[in-house]
């Protein structure tokens, strides 16, 4: 069962009639299963941020069509698109993006704030998160005092406090030594197996090879789309 399709979507881009028109997405069909650890890769302006802001409903296509679990949410409105942001999707960034002033814990339960949670449902299902991610000693400390390592174990645990179907994350690892960054993947792996749906953008051919599946874009267009042979231990 899919839990994303992508059917025939373009992104076009034009400040004015007389600018020239930039396909940022070009014609772009990708049906994403339940439970696919999938990478996106593809050179600079080939249209990778578009996809993923339009994976993420940050952004709309400018035609075609995009189904998060069933919904098609191609021609929502902004309202709309944030409670399925909310509703169904988690976010890890480069570069981390946790609010100073928070807490790890604060941090963690910013994707329930609009939930009208009450604080004592809040916590408990942000501790729960932080438990995964093996930061249940860390809940009081902000970010400046942690790792950068730690850090991204926060934006993973606040990406998944929703429960969402589909965890996106642009260049998680971009920011991390190699031994941390392995440590993250690591933990994604973990994830994986659990069942969840992980899309990630990444540059590192190294990263992209331990995820099932690779597509790469360029100019715009579905260039290669790739099943990795599942590696048996
Ligand atoms: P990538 O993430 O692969 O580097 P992007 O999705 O950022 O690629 O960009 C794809 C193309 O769309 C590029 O030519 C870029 O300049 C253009 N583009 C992206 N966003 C905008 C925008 N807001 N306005 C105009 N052009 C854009
Ligand atoms: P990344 O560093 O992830 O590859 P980019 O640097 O290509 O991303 O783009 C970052 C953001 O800037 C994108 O979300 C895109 O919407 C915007 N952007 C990219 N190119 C342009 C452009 N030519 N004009 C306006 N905005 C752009």
Redesign the pocket.
Known sequence: KPVAVINDVYKI?QKNKDAPA?HALDGVSVTIPEGQYLAIMGP??SG???L??MLGCL?RPTKGDYLVDGTNVAQMNDEDLSQIRGQKLGFVF?AFNLIPQLTVLENVQVPLFYQGLPKHLREEAAKDALSKVSLSDRLTHRPSQLSGGQMQRVAIARALVNKPAILLA??PTGNLDSKTGNDILNMFDDLHRGGLTIIM?THDESVADRCQRIIRLKDGKLDRDEMMQPTTA
């Open positions: 881009y930039v600079s302006g990778k941020s578009t993923m802001n952004d480069q642009d260049e953008v």
